[in-house]
């Protein structure tokens, strides 16, 4: 099934003011599979032939970037995708107890999706957050110093509907699909909001601050 005129046009729009912003259109290839992963929730081979014929390349080149990168999903992704980080310091801070008892709850495994689409669930090698281990996000969005009963509740706050907020950031949690429009370069006005680091981040500052310690200057 290919897309209908409507969406095809409003697909080739947006790709046309992605593929601008670069010297050779191919360079365009990873915000335009974020662009396409954003209308179906991962890139489909639909997805896949639209950005082939945007950029003049060939479908076998688009595969071989989709199937590289992980961010690229070959199979929808629910519509609040939690990543439960496994990595060295979040494992042993309880990340693979919570993976372990959050699979169980959920019903599904890595990269698996519920069948009501509401929740897909992976293991994620590194977050990027050790000083709020263990660490999960949800649509690349931080939820910091979990516990299995906090991830599980946050989960089932997230099939039925609750209000659920990232512990930094934005107030506002995105759908997958929205937040994979912002990664293909189609700003929500969001990335301003609310604050990006908190808590342990903030303590060598504040102890660089208390003793008049500066960077030496370039």
């Not at 010297?23 to 639209?50: I, W």
């Not at 090698?125 to 709020?132: K, L, P, R, S």
């Not at 981040?201 to 500066?214: C, M, Q, Y």
Request: glycine content about 10%; hydrophobic content about 35%; charged content about 25%.
């Amino acid at each position: 099934m290919t897309y209908s005129p409507e969406v095809r046009d409003r697909l080739e729009k947006d790709a046309k003011e992605i593929i601008g912003r670069y010297p050779k259109p191919r360079s365009a290839l990873l915000p335009l599979l974020h662009l396409v992963q954003s209308e179906d929730g991962y890139v489909s081979d639909d997805g896949q032939e639209f950005c082939a014929e945007m950029l003049g390349l060939s479908k076998a080149e688009v595969t071989g970037v989709v199937t590289f990168y992980t961010m690229y999903k070959r199979k929808p992704a629910g519509d609040y995708h939690v990543g439960v980080c496994i990595n060295a310091l979040c494992a042993v801070m309880g990340g693979d107890q919570i993976w372990e008892e959050l699979s169980e709850h959920v019903g599904v495994g890595h990269d698996e999706a519920t069948p009501d689409g509401k929740v897909s669930l992976e293991r994620i090698e590194c977050n990027a957050a050790c000083d709020f281990a263990p660490v999960m996000m949800v649509n690349w969005e931080f939820f910091d110093n979990q516990t299995p009963e906090s991830a599980k509740q946050l989960v089932d706050d997230l099939r039925t509907g609750k209000d659920v907020r990232p512990t930094r950031g934005p107030s506002k949690l995105c759908t997958f699909k929205e937040a994979s429009r912002v990664l293909a370069g189609l700003p929500d006005d969001l990335a301003g909001d609310g604050p990006s680091a908190a808590g342990p981040s903030l303590e060598g500052l504040k102890v660089a601050k208390a003793h008049g310690w500066k960077a030496p200057e370039a």
